[in-house]
Every structure is written in structure tokens, then in C-alpha cells.
């Protein structure tokens, strides 16, 4: 009559729980990445234009805060970076922004020197909210590892630096989704 006796349907998973992968990430995942549990906290896409779109995905473990990037073109390229106060790396640097509309090509930190690879402009956007932000971002790469450092402008006067590494999808298992499915 009511239906109250009838068996509920089971839902399907909004995922394949047999294949999770980096790509599959949603907010309040759980991955393992170096001995540490992170829970995806934030997702993000990037818009660099002609239809070109990478995510990145904030992974949070306490007081450790890094972001995974994810960039698919020919093969697919993962690095994880970790924020870095930018005047640490050249307290110069801003001001050089400012005056010149670029960075140095080559920078020095943590006793590395990195050499200027690309110059980018685009836009980024939180999962879940409606704008667009512009930035511009130049990528480094060490004169002798696979590390990388990121320096990014955000409007007129706000800067970022993020320091990290190219690294391999099996460097992160245990891919669990969250509860709140």
C-alpha cells in the first residue's frame, strides 16, 4: 500500500570502486601518499585556453597542506607541491614582477638553482563556485633533480611561490572515497 515493507533499492556508487584512480578524486577522499593519510579538501580546475583544462586537488594531513596537480596532454603528468613564502625564495621578486611583468629566469633556493620552463596565463576555479580567477604563472625546473618551483601573480599585488616535484600515480594508494557520497 504504502511501501513501507518493500525492500529499498540499493544506489549505485557514484564511482567504479574497483578502479579509483587519481583522476577519480572527489572532495573528502582519503589517498595515502608517503606513509601519510591526506583527505582531498579542495578541487580545482585550470582553464589555460583553446580548451585546455588541468585539475589540482588540495591534500590536507593535519598541518601538512599539498596540492596535486594533474595535467593530461600527450601522456598524463602528475607533481605535488607544497606552498613556500615567496620572499624566501627572493625577497627582490615581487618587485621585479611589478616593474618588469616577469620574474628572473633564473632562480635560486634551498641552495638549487632553477631555470625559468614556461610562462603561463589562465584561469582557476574552486569546485563549486561560480568565478573565474586570472593569474599568471611561470614554472621552474632544477638545473639538476625533477623539482620544481611556481611562481604565480594573482591581480596586482598578491604573489604565490609553490615548490614540489614531478612524481609517478603509484607513489599514491589506498584511494578511498568519502562518506558523503
Known amino acids: 500500500m504504502f511501501g513501507w515493507f518493500k525492500k529499498k533499492k540499493d ?3 557514484s564511482f567504479d570502486p574497483t578502479n579509483l584512480t587519481l583522476k577519480s578524486l572527489g572532495q573528502g577522499y582519503l589517498v595515502d601518499y608517503n606513509f601519510k593519510t591526506y583527505v582531498v579538501e579542495k578541487i580545482y580546475t585550470y582553464d589555460w585556453g583553446e580548451d585546455f583544462y588541468t585539475h589540482e586537488f588540495k591534500l590536507v594531513a593535519g598541518d601538512d597542506i599539498m596540492y596535486l596537480h594533474i595535467e593530461e596532454d600527450d601522456e598524463t603528468e602528475y607533481t ?4 613556500v613564502n615567496i620572499l624566501q625564495i627572493d625577497e627582490k621578486l615581487p618587485h621585479q614582477i611589478k616593474m618588469f611583468e616577469k620574474p628572473f629566469d633564473k632562480l635560486t ?7 625559468m ?22 614554472d621552474y625546473m632544477a638545473t639538476d633533480s625533477d623539482e620544481i618551483l611556481s611562481v604565480e601573480q594573482w591581480g596586482e599585488d598578491d604573489f604565490e611561490a609553490h615548490h614540489g616535484k614531478i612524481v609517478s600515480e603509484y607513489e599514491f594508494i589506498n584511494i578511498l572515497p568519502s562518506g558523503a557520497q
Do not use: V
Not at 605535488?80 to 606552498?83: A, L, V
Not at 620552463?117 to 611561470?138: M, V
Open 11 to 13: 544506489e549505485e556508487p
Open 80 to 83: 605535488i607541491t607544497r606552498p
Open 109 to 115: 633556493w634551498n641552495n638549487r638553482s632553477y631555470k
Open 117 to 138: 620552463q614556461s610562462e603561463s596565463a589562465g584561469y582557476l576555479n574552486e569546485k563549486g563556485r561560480d568565478n573565474w580567477e586570472a593569474f599568471i604563472c611561470w
